[in-house]
Each structure stands twice: as structure tokens, then as C-alpha cells.
T-cell receptor, first 112, second 112 residues
Framework: NAGVTQTPKFQVLKTGQSMTLQCAQD?????MYWYRQDPGMGLRLIYY???????DKGEVPNGYNVSRLNKREFSLRLESAAPSQTSVYFC???????????FGSGTRLTVV | DQQVKQNSPSLSVQEGRISILNCDYT??????FLWYKKYPAEGPTFLIS?????DKNEDGRFTVFLNKSAKHLSLHIVPSQPGDSAVYFC???????????FGKGTRLHILP
């Protein structure tokens, strides 16, 4: 049982490049989330998907897009990467009706 | 405006002593509170939680206290061990299906 799997683990991008961060969960969870963690800023919600087919903005959505491909997969896309998007990105999932999220191990992204 | 506040960015405690991590919140609708622990290069993992109908929850060396009137909760670790050195995030939710709001985290250092 892998839980929440994120790929890649590390990535370096040049300003203006695009990329997609992948996330998959095998726990049959309904809801999925993308967070970013920056020093001194804690975990900030970028986008979330309460169920398959729905997505909503979180606290810091600008510069990102998401796709809930199916119940298992929730991807985060940077269309034109900027240095301000240098961060560690965490995907999480949650079973509706319960408390608490399960997190992936993160993607460390550097934009130069 | 921060709804969940952890005012101490870091805390150092001698091994074997008690570690007390504090958290304040502003949203009176929060009804469930969680603590997550995070090691470097890993995702946050759930540690302990408490419902708003309780004022204390204990799990081994970890105890969370909730003071609703003061909108304050604390995590006690007794006795502190070297493996407890990590970043601790306080988090809160206004319902099972509501988003979890995280604080900025407190880095705990356990000194030998």
C-alpha cells in the first residue's frame, strides 16, 4: 500500500518553462490537495479537489492549474515557471467524512 | 489573516524533559484540531488530534490540550527523545469535509 505517490522528487526548471507535478493515491480517497511549503510560511493550499471532476482554488492559486484526471490522480501544472514558485510541493488526500490528510513525500522544485 | 498561529518558530529542549508546543486559533467554527510532524525530505505525518468536545487527548508520550475559551491548544511531549526533533504543524478544521488550515510550524530541537 503506497499511500500518496508524488513524481518527480526533484526538479530544476528555467524561468518560463512549464511542467506538471504528478500525484496518485491508492487509498480510494475522495478529496485531494496540493500544498506548497516555504520557509517561515508553513503549508499553504494551492488547489484542491473535493471529488472526481471538481477543483477549487486554495489560498495561493496564481500561476498554477490542476487536473483531477480520475479518482486516483491529481496533477499540478506550472505553465510558465517563475523563481517565486521555487518551493517544496506536497500532495495530500483525504477520505470524505473523516478528519486528517495523508501526505506524499513532496517534490522539491527550483526555478532559476 | 492567519487563522492558525504558531508564534514560536523554534524550540530547544533537553532530552528527557518536557516539550510544550503552543498554537492559537482565531476561527470559532473550528471543531477539530490536529498536530502533524515533519522530518526533512519527508511529507508531514499525522501525530495526534482532538475534537472540540474534549479538552485533552493522550497517546503515549504525546498529549494535546485544548482551551476553547482562550482559543489555544498545546502539544506536550514527555519525555522528549532525539527522534522528536522535527517540525510540528498545528492544524484545524471546521468540519470533516472542510479544508484543514495549517500553522507555520515550530521546529523542535531535542538536545542531548
Amino acid at each position: 500500500n503506497a499511500g500518496v505517490t508524488q513524481t518527480p522528487k526533484f526538479q530544476v526548471l528555467k524561468t518560463g518553462q512549464s511542467m506538471t507535478l504528478q500525484c496518485a493515491q491508492d487509498m480510494n480517497h475522495n478529496s485531494m490537495y496540493w500544498y506548497r511549503q516555504d520557509p517561515g510560511m508553513g503549508l499553504r493550499l494551492i488547489y484542491y479537489s473535493a471529488s472526481e471532476g471538481t477543483t477549487d482554488k486554495g489560498e495561493v492559486p496564481n500561476g498554477y492549474n490542476v487536473s483531477r484526471l480520475n479518482k486516483r490522480e491529481f496533477s499540478l501544472r506550472l505553465e510558465s515557471a517563475a523563481p517565486s514558485q521555487t518551493s517544496v510541493y506536497f500532495c495530500a488526500s483525504h477520505w470524505t467524512g473523516t478528519y486528517g490528510y495523508t501526505f506524499g513525500s513532496g517534490t522539491r522544485l527550483t526555478v532559476v | 489573516d492567519q487563522q492558525v498561529k504558531q508564534n514560536s518558530p523554534s524550540l530547544s529542549v533537553q532530552e528527557g524533559r518536557i516539550s510544550i508546543l503552543n498554537c492559537d486559533y482565531t476561527n470559532s467554527m473550528f471543531d477539530y484540531f490536529l498536530w502533524y510532524k515533519k522530518y526533512p525530505a519527508e511529507g508531514p505525518t499525522f501525530l495526534i488530534s482532538i475534537s472540540s468536545i474534549k479538552d485533552k487527548n493522550e497517546d503515549g508520550r504525546f498529549t494535546v490540550f485544548l482551551n476553547k475559551s482562550a482559543k489555544h491548544l498545546s502539544l506536550h511531549i514527555v519525555p522528549s527523545q532525539p527522534g522528536d526533533s522535527a517540525v510540528y504543524f498545528c492544524a484545524a478544521s471546521a468540519g470533516r469535509d472542510d479544508k484543514i488550515i495549517f500553522g507555520k510550524g515550530t521546529r523542535l530541537h531535542i538536545l542531548p
